[in-house]
């Protein structure tokens, strides 16, 4: 008991003492409506969301017309405000609506209240908080476009995806799949099996491989699948590849599956050979460009190089490095062997980052794999890239685009021959010094996406005169100093020659230390991505 003899005083001081404390932490304001009186207050929070000076300031928000309730809620809140107020209505008002505010955009609030009602069930008082929600419904509203986005390019791209839960039943599918079901919509499908559709010939041989790849986390890749429906319609022919589905723990939800539709193919074609050769390269590269999932759980990252020598012994030596700011990036290198002494050099780096710089990169493997037939013509292999991918985004109502220079090294003939599609002019060292290869605008074309059917000249050189190839993307040249000077190629040539004698590998790490140690956050603030080059001639007496 206090020394004033009223234990209760000090306890209710207390209490609230611990319910300032936490409003304040919280970020919440309280208001208390008396509709017996008609006045409402409003703390120093709830006057702060308002914008309000004081009490006298404040509209009452909750009576007509709501002046302070922004045009796109004033229905919704007007709907919620009224239906509390109905005799025997509800107990609690919970609301979120935007307010009007001096700034550009609206402030998102979160209303609840607790409503006491008389003996006769009429509302008498109406109290509660208001917390400000803006950061976080921007947050949903940029989730939810993204989500828009990866739908749109899903539902474009002319395959059929799919994803399917451990009993093999249907809970995703692009618009591809539900049309070649028989759908006009692909919620239609959701919940279904494949029996549902074909015969048990098919249906059951498909069950049959999806649970093997849960139970062995093993894919079946380029599949070609006889299917027999139900309903008599005529037979088909898909080239499927299907993998095991995991969520971003590792834990397997089930399976998804990327089908092309090769019926005519298969029907028009006599010679089993020659028919599975065109169903591998045509599903391949649709399979590249649709792995969604695959590409965007796994940040991507170069492994080994294939070995590239010529019958003289002589050999092209190859490193790289590769940092992703994030684990969507948009950067990335591919090494193409084209004969055992030719090889291509494809160095990309695709506008932007996150979900739609990594549906990017997906669809430009996927398209890489199409045009390996002329993997060894750079301005051709680049031409179909541009056009794979325009074609795409075309579709999709997308514009994106990337750049990149791909160069191929004939060890046979001797010759380096190059094309670039808007990317940062690589840097050679030979004999006769160091500069930059495509480095004016008569040997370069366009980004990648932008244009369809843009030329890409080819260029060549004498392989002697390249003792050694460093091909890289902006992330390196964007860093900056604490003056805000960019790295700049200047500064990238000197390390290429003061590292000339030094291997390969010293050279790239040299590269990226060089380039922290300029930088003022000592951290690099866009992807980075290395690939080098340099031939080695045969031994002597080999």
Not at 51 to 80: K, Y
Not at 137 to 152: G, I, M, S, T
Request: hydrophobic letters at 40%; charged letters at 25%.
């Amino acid at each position: 008991m206090d020394p004033s003899g009223e234990p209760g005083q000090n306890k209710d001081s207390l209490l609230l003492e611990r319910l300032e404390l936490s409003l304040r932490a919280s970020s919440e304001g309280l208001w208390d409506w008396s509709l017996d009186d008609g006045s409402i207050y409003y703390s120093p929070r709830v006057l702060e969301l308002l914008e309000a000076g004081d009490e006298t300031d404040a509209p009452n928000v909750f009576l007509p017309p709501h002046g302070a309730i922004h045009e796109d809620d004033l229905e919704m809140f007007g709907r919620v405000v009224a239906r509390a107020l109905e005799p025997h209505g509800p107990d609690t008002l919970a609301i979120d609506a935007k307010v009007r505010t001096v700034m550009a955009e609206p402030r998102w609030l979160r209303i609840r209240g607790t409503i006491v009602r008389d003996s006769h069930g009429r509302v008498a008082r109406i109290a509660g908080s208001m917390i400000d929600i803006s950061l976080r419904k921007r947050a949903e509203a940029q989730v939810e476009e993204e989500r828009f986005l990866l739908r749109q390019l899903i539902d474009h791209i002319p395959v059929q995806v799919y994803f399917k839960d451990r009993e093999s039943r249907f809970v995703l599918a692009n618009q591809g799949m539900a049309e070649w079901m028989g759908l006009e919509h692909p919620d239609q499908l959701l919940g279904k099996h494949d029996r549902d559709f074909f015969l048990d010939q098919h249906s059951g041989e498909a069950q049959e491989d999806e649970n093997r790849i849960m139970a062995t986390d093993e894919p079946v890749t380029e599949k070609l699948e006889h299917e027999t429906w139900q309903e008599g319609t005529d037979e088909t022919w898909v080239l499927t590849s299907k993998f095991p589905w995991k969520d971003r723990n590792g834990k397997l939800k089930g399976t998804f599956g990327v089908s092309n539709d090769v019926t005519e193919l298969v029907k028009t074609r006599q010679e089993a050979v020659v028919m599975a050769k065109e169903l591998q390269q045509r599903n391949q590269a649709y399979e590249e460009e649709l792995q969604l999932a695959r590409e965007i759980q796994q940040a991507l990252a170069g492994g080994g190089f294939p070995k590239i020598a010529a019958k003289d012994g002589s050999s092209l030596a190859l490193g790289s490095r590769y940092i992703p700011i994030s684990g969507l990036a948009g950067d990335f290198f591919e090494v193409i062997p084209i004969s055992p002494g030719q090889a291509g050099m494809l160095i990309c780096d695709v506008m932007g980052h996150g979900v739609r710089a990594a549906l990017v990169v997906a669809m430009l493997r996927g398209l890489l794999e199409k045009q390996r037939g002329q993997a060894a013509d750079p301005g051709l292999f680049l031409r179909g890239l541009n056009d794979g991918l325009s074609s795409i985004l075309e579709r999709a109502g997308t514009t994106m685009f990337a750049t990149a220079f791909y160069a191929v090294a004939d060890l046979e003939e001797g010759t380096l021959r190059y094309s670039c599609a808007g990317h940062p002019a690589p840097i050679a060292i030979g004999p006769d010094g160091i500069r930059q290869l495509a480095d004016v605008r008569a040997e370069k074309g366009p980004a990648l996406g932008l244009i369809r059917g843009a030329a890409y000249p080819t260029n060549e050189l004498p392989l002697h005169s390249v003792d050694r190839l460093v091909m890289f993307t902006d992330g390196v040249l964007e860093a900056e100093s604490r003056s805000g000077e960019p790295f700049f190629e200047k500064r990238l040539m000197e390390i290429v020659g003061k590292h000339a004698a030094d291997p390969l590998d010293t050279l790239l790490d040299s590269i990226l230390a060089t380039v922290l140690e300029f930088s003022e956050t000592m951290q690099f603030d866009d992807d980075v991505c290395l690939l080098a080059m340099e031939p080695h001639k045969a031994a002597v007496g080999v």
